[in-house]
């Protein structure tokens, strides 16, 4: 099973990458990113991924099993960015996508 991260060069996605590595079994890791060169620190393939290019994401997914979508910090472009890479992980054929999402410890607080 190969998974990929994208979002891999931010602060959560090298966090993921991490924890891929420790907790691997050997399976492949995907570092998906707007610039593969600044990946070369991480270990692991990275391939160019940039969620403003849409034509450019199915094939940066082929192979991929899990696609684990960590969202950039673009104001207001979030909701066009996650439709361009669920749009490119149906293309590629990925069966899994995961979403990382933070739920206050005290509902009361937001």
Same mark, same amino acid.
């Given at each position: 099973?190969? @998974?990929?991260?994208? #979002?891999?060069?931010?602060?959560? &996605?090298?966090?993921?990458?991490? /924890?891929?590595?420790?907790?691997?079994?050997?399976? +492949?890791?995907?570092?998906?990113?707007?610039? +593969?060169?600044?990946?070369?620190?991480? &270990?692991?393939?990275?391939?160019?991924?940039?969620?403003?290019? +849409?034509?450019?994401?199915?094939?940066?997914?082929? #192979? %991929?099993?899990?696609?684990?979508? %960590?969202? /950039?910090?673009?104001? $207001?472009?979030?909701?066009?960015?996650?439709?361009?890479? %669920?749009?490119?992980?149906?293309?590629? $054929? %990925?069966?899994? @996508?995961?979403?990382? @999402?933070?739920?206050?410890?005290?509902p009361g607080?937001?």
């Amino acid at each position: 099973m190969t @998974i990929a991260v994208t #979002g891999a060069t931010g602060q959560l &996605g090298r966090l993921v990458i991490e /924890s891929l590595k420790r907790k691997s079994t050997g399976e +492949p890791i995907v570092a998906l990113v707007r610039s +593969p060169e600044k990946a070369s620190d991480l &270990g692991v393939e990275a391939r160019a991924f940039d969620y403003a290019q +849409p034509e450019t994401l199915a094939p940066a997914l082929a #192979g %991929i099993d899990t696609l684990l979508l %960590i969202s /950039s910090s673009e104001v $207001g472009q979030r909701e066009a960015q996650h439709r361009n890479v %669920i749009e490119a992980a149906k293309t590629a $054929g %990925i069966k899994r @996508i995961v979403y990382p @999402i933070t739920v206050p410890s005290d509902p009361g607080r937001r």
